[in-house]
């Protein structure tokens, strides 16, 4: 399987209790209902713990602010995934998604990629 990562950053004019809210409650239940469209398997948000041991972590290696939340879609492989979002369908939901988190994250300040996992 491979996984769909992406690292958040809220909009600047929302509060970080609307982002999580917005997140949680709106785009979650909306990407869940449309999840199969595209064969997605699995769908997890981590929301950022707000304490300030982050702060400390973050200072003592030297890196960038921290992320409001992590967002990860597990599909069967790299080709499941293409597959799902170049079918007509998903093609019209990947747009729908784009468009929805566009209501609660600040893109040019996020990023995302695709990662395998290495268990130990």
Same mark, same amino acid.
């Given at each position: 399987?491979?996984?769909?990562?992406?690292?958040?950053?809220?909009?600047?004019?929302?509060?970080?209790?609307?982002?999580?809210?917005?997140?949680?409650?709106?785009?979650?239940?909306?990407?869940?209902?449309?999840?199969?469209?595209?064969?997605?398997?699995?769908?997890?948000?981590?929301?950022?713990?707000?304490?300030?041991?982050?702060?400390?972590?973050?200072?003592?290696?030297?890196? *960038?602010?921290?992320?409001?939340?992590?967002? +990860?879609?597990? @599909?069967?492989?790299? %080709? !499941?995934?293409? &597959?799902?979002?170049?079918?007509?369908?998903?093609?019209? *939901?990947?747009?729908?998604?784009?468009?929805? +988190?566009?209501? @609660?994250?600040?893109? %040019? !300040?996020?990023? &995302?990629?695709?990662?395998?996992?290495?268990?130990?």
């Amino acid at each position: 399987m491979i996984k769909f990562v992406m690292c958040l950053a809220r909009r600047k004019d929302l509060s970080r209790e609307a982002f999580l809210d917005y997140w949680q409650n709106r785009h979650g239940p909306f990407f869940m209902k449309n999840a199969e469209v595209i064969g997605a398997r699995r769908y997890v948000q981590s929301h950022t713990v707000t304490t300030p041991l982050n702060d400390g972590l973050r200072a003592s290696r030297g890196m *960038l602010a921290e992320f409001d939340g992590v967002a +990860e879609v597990w @599909f069967d492989s790299e %080709a !499941a995934l293409v &597959a799902g979002m170049s079918s007509p369908e998903g093609q019209k *939901l990947g747009a729908a998604l784009h468009e929805d +988190e566009a209501n @609660f994250i600040d893109h %040019a !300040a996020s990023c &995302a990629f695709i990662v395998t996992e290495h268990e130990f």
